[in-house]
């Protein structure tokens, strides 16, 4: 699978989220509070609605349409109304780039 | 004339799918993203305050009304516990359900599960339900919480000032839900992985209605049921009344909350009891906005939105004769004016609702 530039490190706050769009596909980049960085699919597993106007607190993610919740780090829905997971990507960081690799 | 159908399985139902109109996005302001979330922070503090004056001022009233009791100088304690039992219940019902009450989400679940009782609803049905009464606000046949069908029984609305409507539905709902789950209509929105909390959380439910009622009729009083039970009746009042308020007189199957919802400036006993949801545009535009943030938002996008009521009664004054005029033409509503700091209106997405286009055609 090919590891995309997505965007700086610099881009997304700690403890916050962006939208980034690949192709066909958007996803959702995250900056952990560790300085870690994390991917995951885009929309929201419950009403396809994008997670990038959500909040992110500590390693959840919620959803601004009905507050449901994932774990962004393994995409794990933990809170209704959301109880499909959420797909995750790998990460890496080089040279103060963030890159996925996109399926 | 349309005839509107209300059932989740009916023609409108089916239309709002087939339209695209389920599918749509909604209208939201833009608010910076830093401003927002500033906005969306959560916080224990605010909340933990008002749950301890909540449950503090229940214990207090309903103590000296167990304390006078018969005598009718316990009436007004039992007033007051009323309205915090089968009104306050409701806003914390809602808020909890959110999760956005309380930062610690254990807090926001046992809240949320006392006051579902308090209101008399499933909470493993009903955090579904408001989840498409978000998603689908009064789209026909879709949102399950409307509260004025159109055309408006004005009788039945009046009756449930006192709970007897919700009261009267709620049991043989809970005694289906307890015997055998979700009904039929609950189970288009709650998912199948649910649908045994559902049959628990009836089970528990009924088994404390019972042990009041065995209380009460063993001791040959009305007291148990005094404070459990009966306050939902005689304390619903206040969330009927700023109920009604949220969306009655205004648009159904719009995409556009300032449509659909009405903002009105209220007391602060009433925003205590209501928990600020008074904010109700601000709240459907932006749900993750804590109950505590509503009016920090509300200064943030007031200039997008059509001008709040300015008290419940200046709002009752707008929305009473618009509830009688959809008795006899159910496609009447009030169409609020914007002001010139606002963006306009979508006509473009709502050119299929009567009246829309040229407000009056409907009449
Ligand atoms: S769309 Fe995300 S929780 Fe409903």
Not at chain 2, 319 to 327: G, L, N, Y
């Amino acid at each position: 699978m090919p590891w995309i530039d997505a965007c700086s490190t610099d881009d997304i706050d700690e403890e916050d989220l962006i939208r980034w769009d690949h192709g066909a596909q958007t996803f959702a980049i995250y900056h952990s509070p560790e300085g870690e960085f994390f991917a995951t699919a885009g929309l929201c597993s419950h009403e396809n609605v994008h997670l990038c106007d959500g909040l992110v607190m500590g390693h959840l993610i919620e959803c601004p349409k009905h507050n449901g919740q994932f774990d962004y780090r393994t995409g794990e829905a933990m809170r209704a109304p959301v109880c499909v997971n959420l797909k995750v990507f790998p990460v890496k960081v080089e040279a103060g780039r963030v890159f996925v690799e996109v399926a | 004339m349309s005839k509107r159908d209300y059932s989740l399985f009916g023609a409108d139902a089916k239309r709002a799918v087939e339209s695209g109109l389920t599918a749509a996005e909604w209208y939201h302001t833009e608010v910076p993203r830093k401003v927002m979330k500033d906005l969306m922070a959560r916080s224990d503090r605010p909340a933990i305050r008002d749950t301890i004056i909540l449950y503090g001022s229940m214990i207090l009233f309903a103590g000296i009304g167990i304390a006078l009791w018969p005598s009718w100088w316990s009436a007004p304690f039992w007033l007051a516990y009323g309205v915090l039992y089968g009104s306050a219940s409701d806003s914390r019902w809602h808020e909890c359900g959110h999760g956005t009450a309380f930062k610690t989400p254990w807090m926001n679940n046992w809240v949320y599960e006392i006051a579902s009782f308090m209101i008399m609803r499933n909470s493993a049905t009903w955090r579904w339900s408001h989840a498409r009464h978000h998603s689908e606000t009064y789209l026909v046949g879709r949102d399950p919480e409307i509260a004025v069908m159109r055309p408006p029984e004005v009788a039945k609305l009046i009756l449930n000032f006192f709970g007897i409507i919700d009261v009267i539905k709620f049991f043989p709902n809970l005694i289906q839900n307890a015997l055998s789950g979700p009904t039929a209509a609950e189970k288009t929105f709650v998912p199948q992985s649910d649908w045994g909390k559902v049959q628990k959380v009836g089970i528990i439910c009924v088994a404390i209605y019972a042990v009041t009622l065995i209380a009460a009729i063993s001791w040959g009083s009305i007291l148990p049921l005094m404070v459990i039970g009966l306050p939902r009746m005689y304390g619903a009042w206040h969330h009927v009344m700023t109920g009604l308020l949220q969306h009655g007189g205004l648009a159904d199957n719009v995409i556009d909350h300032r449509l659909n919802s009405r903002t009105v400036y209220m007391n602060p006993i009433s925003r205590f009891i209501y928990w600020n949801m008074n904010y109700h545009v601000e709240h459907h535009m932006f749900p993750m906005v804590p109950y505590h943030a509503l009016p920090r938002l509300h200064e943030v996008i007031k200039d997008d939105l059509p001008p709040p009521n300015r008290s419940i009664g200046e709002a009752f004054a707008e929305m009473w004769p618009a509830i009688k005029r959809q008795v006899l033409n159910e496609d009447y509503f009030i169409r609020r004016d914007l002001p010139p700091t606002a963006k306009p209106y979508r006509e473009d997405f709502h050119q299929y609702v009567p009246g829309m286009m040229h407000p009056g055609d409907a009449e």
